[in-house]
């Protein structure tokens, strides 16, 4: 089969690309290893896809260089996506901190992104493997379980590590390495942390619990729900900080938000001293939470057998209690892969490789990682977009 453009990923960046080009009249070949396109849309926001943010900044993208994802995101915008996402009929609601979900399923944008291929006459083979991909005078050949495939263009949208089960492998980085482009270290990211068998003993009885808090590591916080499993933390704000926590360092895990545990608990004791520190803490955390704060801060006594500088100690360890964890729940649950391409490699508003004339890198699989919230996925939609303009 000969064909114009090649893309290699029906996720959310390949299918976007490959309608992008297709629209502009090339003759574009999606490639998908797996039985449906966009599998990772449909899992994604609980099934309701949280396919943008209102606040899309730079600043909330990390990169070894963090200016990479401007050009594109700035040339496709959150406001360019919904325009599409209206278009279609899909109705959406702002949930929290700017992400943008569809009422309905998740299934409605991989069906809106189909559609778009469809009409712009884009060829979609599933349960495609690809052997071997060489580089010609004329473009690219790929090896293919359904044939060979020539390609004057050749786009990797195949995404990171992240989730094995929905059929990562890493095969971008592959054939990255194969053309020469360099990697910058891999890791899961947006993925909940986990403790040794020690530290987390004491934590079993708290697991289920969940609070609305924050999680700071070196200068970075996040104020968003923790969750206490049986393994470690996840929930928003854990998620979060993951893609910035390194093994060795602590957390830091404030229970209360804003609350001012201090002059709460000052208040209380004179108000109603014979109470427990448990019951008094129970105002502002669930029970659970509140006895085991009790328990590992030694102190014992009513509330009026409390010293100011006790109260204030209590509250440290209330707002910044330090944990130290071990490792990451890894791919298996990660929501994206930290690290990839090296973006010094490519060209920031066509995606093409600076050293391989013809060959492009988007989405995930590219050295750009955005915050939990619709930053991927407008990372996604942009690169797909810029991609498939150059293409």
């Known amino acids: 089969m000969q064909v114009d453009v090649a893309i290699i990923g029906a996720g959310a960046a390949g299918l976007f690309c490959a309608a992008e080009a297709a629209r502009r009249g090339k003759r574009v070949l999606l490639l998908e290893k797996g039985t449906m396109p966009g599998e990772k849309i449909r899992i994604s926001g609980g099934g309701r896809c949280n396919f943008t943010n209102l606040g899309i900044a730079a600043d909330r993208y990390i990169s070894q260089n963090p200016r990479f994802a401007i050009s594109a995101l700035k040339r496709f915008t959150q406001w360019d996506f919904i325009a599409r996402v209206d278009a279609a009929g899909i109705a959406w609601h702002e949930k929290t901190l700017g992400q943008l979900f569809c009422d309905g399923s998740a299934k409605q944008i991989v069906a809106m992104l189909t559609k778009d291929l469809e009409e712009n006459c884009a060829t979609l083979w599933l349960n495609t ?19 060979t495939v020539r390609a004057q263009k050749l786009v990797v949208a195949c995404g990171g590590k992240s989730i094995p089960k929905m059929g990562a492998t890493g095969f971008g980085y592959k054939v990255a390495e194969q053309f020469g482009l360099p990697i910058v270290e891999t890791r899961p990211a947006l993925v909940p942390l986990t403790f040794a068998e020690q530290e987390l003993e004491p934590l079993k009885s708290l697991a289920g619990v969940a609070v609305t808090g924050s999680v700071a590591c070196g200068k970075t916080r996040f104020d968003e729900a923790i969750l206490f499993t049986h ?10 900080i993951s893609s910035y926590w390194r093994e060795g360092q602590a957390v830091s895990v404030n229970l209360a938000g804003a609350t001012d545990t201090a002059a709460h608990l000052r208040t209380l004791r004179g108000q109603a001293g014979r109470i427990a520190l448990r019951t008094a803490l129970t105002q502002f955390m669930p029970e659970r939470l509140a006895r085991h704060i009790e328990d ?18 209590i509250a440290a360890l209330v707002h910044d209690w330090q944990m130290r964890p071990v490792g990451t729940e890894g791919y298996r649950t990660a929501e994206v892969t930290l690290g990839g391409v090296d973006t010094n490699a490519l060209d920031a508003r066509t995606m093409e490789a600076k050293s391989i004339v013809g060959l492009y890198f988007i989405g995930e699989v590219v050295d750009v990682t955005g915050w939990l919230g619709g930053y991927n996925f407008q990372w996604a939609w942009s690169s797909g977009w810029a991609a498939g303009q150059a293409v």
Do not use: C, K, M, V
């Open 129 to 147: 493997e690809i052997s071997n991909i060489t580089r010609e005078e004329a473009g690219f050949t790929l090896a293919t379980s359904r044939g």
């Open 231 to 240: 393994r470690g933390l996840s929930g928003p704000a854990i998620l979060q």
């Open 296 to 313: 590992i801060s030694g102190i014992t006594g009513n509330l009026a057998d409390q010293s100011n500088a006790t109260i204030e100690r």
